[in-house]
């Protein structure tokens, strides 16, 4: 496999490659430089104005959209066994507590914690 890379670099780099290669190469390079001279700057411009700004917005009033959609309620606390195991304490804190705990999103051993909105 290595060794096939390594003709197939050797055989482009030195011009030994095939002529069907060669054409596509060419082909290639020539469609790389075309839209240069022919208004590519214009055309991305308008593309930018009539496609991505109106698609960033749809997107910002599909997020709104489910934002007020969402209830606020958090889902009732199940204690299962097999979730948030303490075999020792964390070493900050009261030691109960992630390094990045969220009293709002992360529940503790014995449920959430004080009111939650």
């Known amino acids: 496999m290595a060794s096939d890379c390594l003709k197939l670099y050797f055989s482009f780099n030195l011009g030994m490659a095939s002529p069907a290669s060669m054409a596509a190469r060419r082909v290639l390079a020539a469609a790389s430089h075309a839209g240069h001279e022919g208004g590519s700057a214009r055309t991305w411009k308008i593309l930018s104005f009539v496609l991505a700004l ?6 910002i009033a599909n997020a709104y959209m ?6 606020h ?3 009732e606390f ?3 066994s097999h979730l948030r195991i303490r075999t020792k304490k964390w070493p900050w804190g009261d030691g109960n507590h992630s390094l990045f705990h969220n009293p709002h999103e992360n529940a503790l051993p014995e449920g959430y914690e004080g009111t939650r909105h």
């Open 54 to 59: 109106p698609g960033v917005a749809v997107c």
């Open 66 to 71: 489910k934002m007020q959609q969402h209830s």
């Open 73 to 75: 309620e958090p889902p």
């Open 78 to 80: 199940v204690a299962y």
